[in-house]
């Protein structure tokens, strides 16, 4: 099977054409889907990419969560389908309760843009199936707001279940146990900070995003596309 | 009858608050001391039509609860003025 992956674009998104263009890279097909559409027909992942959605009204992600398309985004999520939030994506994620934490503004109140080393930790997830644990990899972070935060009984809760899926080598933003993405319990769900579509070719600084993605459509393509709707 | 509602949205005690930290490290370069426990916050005000304060009372902190504040990493505080 081939893996059709829904791309959403919010008012604000940024990051759409990016994703698509990676996903494509890897032999996927990508859709960019409006956030008004409450159906999404035909997927096997779906991701939700950077920007400011919504102008990050309110926080970043807290309008978003409000958008018809997040009914068929955790329709997906409930059926054990692919979900990838990336960055604004990942506050987008939280802010929906498909994933554990918060994300405040950066430890130093600094908007980070840069390369940062990540070191993978759990390997149970759609992002992280196809690398090594400890295996470090160079990924760009671009952001105000991406101190994960928690509260020390979710850390151990989520260390314990080895849902932390990414840390930073040195924490650039202050986030809680150094994380830079997490996973669900299932480990279909997962948001990081880090932009895996922005280091696809060593060219243009790093490829190390490459792998991470391409196991993301590894596993839609183990999956029927089908339909979505909000529950 | 016509509500008038502030609501106060700072973080949880014990979330680090870097624009605070901030604001507490700057004043005493202004010559201003004794300064301690710099929380910042955002204040979202309103008004709202209910039937009485009570209900304009649930209705508001439904609000913070769902949409205004996240209570995974901050408290929300509501007063209610009739307006």
Sequence with gaps: MSARVAVVCFPGSNCEHDVAAALRSLGAEAEIVWHTRSELDGFNAVIVPGGFA??????????????????????????????????????????????????????????????????VVSTASV???GSTPGETLELP???????????????????????????????????????????NEVGNVVGLMPHPERAMEALLGSSDGRGLLAAFVDAATKLAPTHFEAA | MKFSVHVEVRGLPGIADPEGRTIERALPALGFSGVSSVRVGKVIAFDLEAADEGAARVAAEEMCARLLSNPVIQRAEVSIHSS
Excluded: W
């Design chain 1, 54 to 119: 919504h102008g990050d009204y309110i926080r970043p992600g807290a309008i978003a969560q409000f958008s018809p398309v997040m009914g068929p985004v955790a329709s997906a999520a409930a059926k054990g389908y692919p979900v990838l939030g990336i960055c604004n994506g990942f506050q987008v994620l939280v802010e929906t309760g498909l994933l554990p934490g918060a994300l405040m503004r950066n430890d130093g109140l600094r908007f980070l843009c840069e390369t940062v080393t990540c070191e």
């Design chain 1, 127 to 129: 992002l992280t199936s």
């Design chain 1, 141 to 183: 972070i671009n952001h105000y707001e991406g101190n994960y935060t928690c509260d020390a009984e979710t850390l151990a809760q989520l260390v314990e279940r080895g849902q932390i899926v990414l840390r930073y080598s040195d924490n650039p933003n202050g986030s809680t146990g150094s994380v830079a993405g997490v996973r």
